[in-house]
Every structure is written in structure tokens, then in C-alpha cells.
């Protein structure tokens, strides 16, 4: 039995802003024993509302999106939806690691829509925007409900495939590795990624972590090889925007993590009509591109917009925030 309430006083991970932005609205969603923190803010006149879907699992979009302000420059156009996910972030409540699953997740991210609809209205237009793992969830979530009034999924470097992001993830590494070496480009750093996957099975849990740790480390040589743009001044992001939050996935139940290792979307994301965004950045190896070439080449919507941000690793909504914005406000206003 689902719960809505209303919070008056909500802990806000706002330390880095002098001043908070205005938010439209703070409740709890209460589904399933999980009490998620949700916050609305932005021009909810429009009627029109983007889901932020955060990465991990784990992570947190009010940490991530919201208290870096990284939607500033739009909210005067539509409205943005942050919450955390069960057992991540500031969520509550009694959640058991152990008895999680994509389908729980996916009902969770209902209950939400069906809130925003009670507060907002019927004809309001939602949008979801997932990254990394949220972008996976989002997919998830179109697939089991091909009859909700989504308006379109943003979808930021996200794996429909696992064991094909690992394979990939691992070659990626080890081929612009060598090539680096080869030209004398911080080659003891590449040395030290390529050992590190060189052995790793990419269809095994292990195998998974080990790749996904020594992707994320790509991302500080990158920055020193002036490949990708820094993130943001005056950010602060939990590791958990950039892939698989660490020691995380050991704490769930086995059979989530056969789950995750197992998912594979492709046969049907042909079924997906609804307007679609595919998002990638050049020098990302947690997810590369070609997984997402690969997910976009899969559909059939008339609807399909997909880029690849070419200063960017796994996060070019921070590296790249003015151009990704762009593309995001595009996107939405056009399908709205």
C-alpha cells in the first residue's frame, strides 16, 4: 500500500550553496518499506517535469543534481523532479540490500509519476532523464509500462546490456591504452589500468567491479591528458555519478547482482515509441560509446536523437554542462 506525505522540514546536502535554490515542493514517498526524499523545483507553470534519474546503484540525485545546481539555467523553462532511490542517498526507511530488485526500482519510479500527476495534474508532461545506472532503470521502466504518458527518456550514458558494457569497457581500456603508450602518453598510468582488466572475465560479478573500478580511474588521466574537460568549480559529487558506487554491489543479495549482471534490454528497445535521447561522451569507459551507439542503433522510434559529447568522459552533464543543457532543452521542448 503506497503512501504519500508531505515534509515540511527535509535535510538538504546543500552545504556548498550560500543559498539554497527555491523549491516548489519537499515530500516522502513511501512505497514498499523505502521512504524516498523527492524535491520539485523549477517553472512547474509549464507543466512540464524532468524525472532525475540518479547513477549507482546508490547514488543520489539531491546530492548529485540538485545541490550542485547543475539545472540552474533551466529552471525558469520547465521543472525538475529530484529523488533518491531506495537504500541510496538520503532515502529511509527499512530497506533490506538483500531483497532488491530492478522490478522494485521500477515500481518506485511509478508511485513517483503517479505523485507528480496527484500534485500537478493529469495533463502535466514527464519527462525521465537517467545516467549510468539511472539511465538503465529509465529503460526499465518505459519497457514494463509502454502504456504510461511518458513524453520521452533522456538517456546519459546508460547500459542496456551489462555483460556488452563489460566487454566493451575492458577492450576500450586496453586499445586506447596501448595506443597511448605507444605514443608516450602517461603510459605508466595506462600500464597500470590495462594490468588491471587485462585478466578480468567480463561475464563474471568480479570481473564486473574490477572493470568498472579501473573505467572510473580513467578519468583523472584523462583530465591531465586534457582529453576531457573538468568537472564543474565548486561541484560536489559523491562518487556514485560515476558508475557503480564502491563496495556498494557487495552488500546487495546475490540474486540482485545476478540480476544487474544479467540485463540486457536489446530486444526490447525496438518496442520503444516514445520520443528517446541517447547521450555519450568520447572518453568514456564505464560506459563507452560504442554500447550506446549500439542501444540507439536497436531503435525504431521515429523519435531518436543521439550525440556524443567529445570533451567528456561518463559525466558530460558536469564536464559539459552549457552544450548538454542545450541539447536536454531541446529535446524536452520539442516532445513536450
Known amino acids: 500500500m503506497r503512501k ?42 509549464s507543466k512540464t517535469f524532468v524525472i532525475m534519474v540518479h547513477g549507482g546503484p546508490g ?19 520547465f521543472a525538475f523532479v529530484y529523488y533518491d532511490q531506495r537504500c541510496a542517498g538520503t532515502s529511509q526507511g527499512n530497506c533490506d540490500p538483500h531483497r532488491l530488485t530492478i522490478e522494485k526500482f521500477v515500481g518506485d519510479l511509478d508511485q513517483l509519476i503517479t505523485l507528480i500527476h496527484y500534485h500537478y495534474g493529469d495533463d502535466v508532461s514527464i519527462f ?63 600500464r597500470s589500468l590495462m594490468a588491471e582488466v587485462k585478466d578480468q572475465d567480463p561475464n563474471t560479478l568480479d570481473g564486473l567491479m574490477a572493470i568498472n573500478e579501473a573505467a572510473n580511474a580513467t578519468n583523472a588521466v584523462l583530465i591531465k591528458m586534457d582529453s576531457i574537460q573538468t568537472l564543474l568549480p565548486d561541484v560536489h559529487i559523491r562518487s556514485g555519478i560515476t558508475g557503480i558506487i564502491p563496495g556498494f554491489l557487495a552488500k546487495l543479495g546475490e540474486d540482485f547482482q545476478m540480476e544487474l549482471l544479467d540485463m540486457d534490454y536489446s530486444d526490447q528497445l525496438p518496442n520503444l515509441q516514445i520520443p528517446v535521447a541517447m547521450y555519450a561522451g568520447r572518453y568514456d569507459f564505464v560506459i563507452p560509446p ?32 552549457t552544450l548538454y543543457m542545450e541539447r536536454l532543452k531541446d529535446f524536452v521542448l520539442l516532445h513536450r
Not at 522540514?9 to 523505502?34: R, V, Y
Not at 547514488?59 to 523553462?77: F, K, N, P, Q, V
Not at 532503470?137 to 555483460?163: D, Q, T, V
Request: overall charge negative.
Open 128 to 190: 525521465l532523464h537517467g545516467h549510468s545506472w539511472g539511465s538503465s532503470l529509465s529503460m526499465a521502466y518505459a519497457i514494463a509500462h509502454p502504456e504510461n504518458s511518458l513524453k520521452g527518456i533522456i538517456l546519459l550514458a546508460g547500459p542496456h546490456n551489462f555483460r556488452l558494457t563489460n566487454r566493451e569497457a575492458k577492450q576500450s581500456i586496453l586499445g586506447f591504452g596501448k595506443r597511448m603508450i605507444d605514443l608516450g602518453i602517461q603510459t605508466d598510468s595506462w
Open 290 to 321: 560504442s554500447v550506446v551507439t549500439d542501444a540507439y542503433e536497436r531503435l525504431t522510434t521515429p523519435n531518436a536523437d543521439f550525440y556524443v559529447f567529445e570533451k567528456s568522459g561518463h559525466s558530460p552533464i558536469f564536464s559539459e554542462n
Open 4 to 45: 504519500f506525505t508531505r515534509c515540511l522540514a527535509l535535510l538538504l546536502l546543500t552545504s556548498a550553496c550560500n543559498e539554497a535554490p527555491k523549491l516548489d515542493m519537499q515530500f516522502f514517498l513511501e512505497n514498499e518499506s523505502a521512504v524516498m526524499p523527492v524535491l520539485v523545483e523549477g517553472n512547474t507553470n
Open 59 to 77: 547514488g543520489s540525485s539531491i546530492t548529485s543534481y540538485h545541490a550542485s545546481r547543475l539545472m540552474e539555467g533551466l529552471l525558469d523553462e
